[in-house]
């Protein structure tokens, strides 16, 4: 059935480097693509969105990319930090306008 | 605002009990999720509500699964009778909007279920 998964399931940092992590989803219907960072033992949090007529999207020390013919969506984080580590679902609605259905999760771990 | 509020943090109980778990919405918010979460499944929609109203319980497992919202301001789910299957964190969001206009839910922390 129709999904959004993640490559890779854990990354491994250094504090101050660059972080991607991505997700790879299967909804052809997909037009809004949110990411969410859940911190241990706490409920998932709302990072950034993008809708499908764009590419990219900036927010503060993360940008969002889509690539629409791949089916492919990544988040950048800059200058990672130790407060970082988490874990970081991709959510797509799949055509809804009413329900997100999230990807498996990706652990970051950022190293001092 | 508190934010949404879950109750109880933990739970542990034994194959066969009732469970309920209870949901506090942040107020005004018309949409309010319930979600499941295991290292297996990942976070998985269960059902949702608009105005109070069920709209969506397509991911609700079986009939031990119910949920409810009686008014605006709270929220049950009920697993009767539990199974250790059952074992999961179980979140509850709210949003002002459908999860298509904006996609940010409002979790609360959860409630760790284990069914011994």
């Known amino acids: 059935g129709e999904s959004v998964g993640l490559h890779l399931p854990t990354l491994s940092v250094q504090e101050g480097d660059n972080s991607i992590i991505n997700c790879a989803y299967s909804?052809?219907?997909?037009?809004?693509f949110i990411w969410y960072k859940q911190e241990s033992g706490k409920g998932p949090q709302f990072i950034i969105d993008i809708r499908s007529n764009m590419d990219k999207r900036q927010g503060q020390r993360v940008t969002v990319l889509l690539n629409k013919t791949v089916k492919h969506l990544s988040l950048q984080i800059a200058a990672t930090q130790p407060g970082d580590s988490a874990v970081y679902f991709c959510a797509e609605s799949g055509g809804s306008n009413y329900k997100l259905t999230f990807g498996k999760g990706t652990l970051l771990t950022v190293n001092p | 605002d508190a934010g949404v509020i879950q109750s109880p943090r933990h739970e542990v109980t034994e194959m066969g009990q009732e469970v309920t778990l209870r949901c506090k919405p942040i107020?005004?918010?018309?949409?309010l999720f319930w979600y499941r979460q295991t290292m297996m499944r990942g976070l998985e929609l269960l059902i949702y509500?608009?105005?109070?109203?069920?709209?969506?319980d397509s991911g609700m497992p079986e009939d031990r699964f119910s949920a409810k919202m009686p008014n605006a301001s709270f929220s049950t789910l009920k697993i009767q009778p539990s199974e250790p299957r059952d074992s999961a964190v179980y979140f509850c969001a709210s949003s002002p909007l459908g999860a298509g206009v904006t996609g940010e839910l409002f979790f609360g922390e959860g409630s760790r279920l284990t069914v011994l």
């Open positions: 509500f608009n105005n109070n109203v069920p709209i969506d």
């Open positions: 107020s005004g918010h018309d949409y």
């Open positions: 909804n052809s219907a997909s037009d809004y």
